[in-house]
């Protein structure tokens, strides 16, 4: 008879005890660890790469959107209505030459910024505030006690195996995969469908001062160029399956960020970065189509005769993948309703913006904003268990709203508070009153 295979992992198995765990670094995920943290509790953050930034820097999103209400008024000037964490680590990213000034984005405007000094200012704020950092490490199983309590997470590093143990612990890995882990209730977008990826690159060497004068101040491309793209496409020497396109000058000179690819499958289909063969298609994918509009651009586009590509996202940008159940859900009609609530968290103005086809679709706030309620990060089951950042429990098109990068600051600052506050009160998560977080953020700057 054969021997059994058996998984073996013979190094030693290392312990860690935390107040708050938090599992992922992005924008969601710093906030809340550096919130916590600033409470005087002991907070650990565990990321999978080696730096923070989660899509705004490994998906090279570049931009600090959800900052600015949206409008049609001619004197249109940018109009700021989200502050708190977000505002905080704009002024030190632009303290340190990381952030453009406001730029246009079609209605509303934008932030560009340097996705090093990003990973820097991030690095400046967990350390001020005393976060345990664990880079290179990848959560791989869920710590439970009665099938329903968390109390932390089996953490994979090349060291070997951590148990990290937690009084609460923050899933902020973007893809609610603490939930999911947990058996907890979970979707993925609309019955399955989810918005598709995008490569995002980055274009040297570009005449910017003869870009702008020719396209205009406005990052979203005008008409003519979508024309050309759509030419470009149907002639057969290019693959540019999307035909609206956001191109933004940045801190750099000479430098153009480009939101331009629409990654599909071989076989059509919008991929869902949860299933291994669709990550791995949209990279591949994705770097070939980058390719092809940054030699659209070279041929046709004024000022980007001697351009090259510069550099890629680390990974696909992922829009929408699993979102967590939620106490509470974020509805279509609230977002475009600009609907308020007593327990409101975070406020967001941003459209919604619907990535499918040639064309993205957009539905502006004008001079409004929602509000996004703390049940919306409190997951339907389970304890000690919270959720910060686009896993949020929000509406198919509602979360292609309210997952950019203004509000994920946001999100993750109120949920650091919440934890803090749940120690604090010995409570539980879930029997927290939004307008009490919301009490403690205004007095920590958030102006809601």
Not at 111 to 128: C, K, N, Q, S, Y
Request: hydrophobic fraction near 45%; glycine fraction near 10%; proline fraction near 3%.
């Amino acid at each position: 008879m054969p021997e059994e295979i058996m998984t073996v992992d013979r190094r030693d198995r290392l312990r860690i005890d935390t107040d708050v765990l938090v599992i992922g670094a992005g924008a969601a995920g710093v906030a809340a660890a550096t919130t916590a943290a600033r409470q005087g509790l002991d907070v650990t953050l565990v990321e999978r790469y080696g730096f923070a930034g989660g899509g705004a820097v490994a998906g090279l999103s570049g931009t600090v959107c959800g900052l600015y209400m949206a409008s049609d008024r001619r004197d249109n000037r940018p109009e700021q209505v989200v502050f708190g964490f977000a505002d905080e680590f704009c002024r030190r990213l632009e303290a340190s030459g990381g952030l453009t000034a406001a730029v246009a984005y079609g209605k509303t405007y934008t932030r560009v910024h340097d996705p090093l000094i990003w990973r820097e200012t991030a690095d400046g704020f967990l350390a001020d505030s005393g976060v345990r950092i664990i880079y290179h490490a990848t959560a791989i199983g869920v710590l439970m006690e009665g099938g329903e309590a968390v109390e932390g997470l089996t953490v994979w590093t090349k060291q070997g195996l951590i148990d990290i143990r937690a009084r609460v612990v923050v899933d902020a890995s973007g893809d609610a995969d603490v939930v999911a882990m947990a058996g907890l209730s979970s979707f993925v977008g609309d019955q399955g469908r989810v918005q598709n990826p995008t490569m995002i690159f980055r274009l040297l060497n570009v005449d910017t001062a003869r870009f702008l004068a020719a396209y205009g101040h406005d990052t979203i491309m005008p008409d003519r160029v979508s024309a050309l793209i759509r030419e470009a496409n149907a002639s057969g020497r290019y693959a540019l399956p999307r035909a609206k396109i956001w191109l933004f000058t940045t801190t750099r000179p000479g430098e153009l960020m480009c939101n331009c690819t629409r990654i599909v499958g071989a076989d059509g289909r919008e991929l869902n970065p949860l299933f291994h063969q669709d990550f791995t298609e949209a990279e591949i994918r994705g770097r070939l189509q980058a390719r092809d509009y940054a030699r659209f651009f070279r041929e046709h586009l004024t000022g980007c005769e001697d351009a090259f590509v510069n550099d890629t996202g680390v990974q696909v940008g992922v829009r929408q993948t699993r979102q967590a159940e939620g106490v509470a859900r974020l509805m279509n009609a609230d977002v475009l309703a600009a609907r308020k609530s007593a327990d409101g968290i975070a406020r967001s103005p941003w459209p919604i913006e619907l990535h499918a086809g040639e064309k993205p679709k957009v539905e502006w706030i004008l001079d409004d904003y929602y509000e996004v309620p703390y049940g919306c990060f409190v997951p339907a089951m389970g304890e000690n268990l919270l959720v910060a950042g686009r896993c949020l429990s929000a509406e198919h098109e509602a979360v292609a709203s309210a997952r950019v990068t203004a509000q994920c600051f946001s999100y993750g600052h109120a949920i650091g508070h919440a934890a803090a506050l749940a120690l604090r009160d010995n409570i539980s998560p879930r029997k927290l009153a939004g307008a009490d977080i919301r009490m403690v953020l205004n007095a920590d700057g958030a102006q809601l």
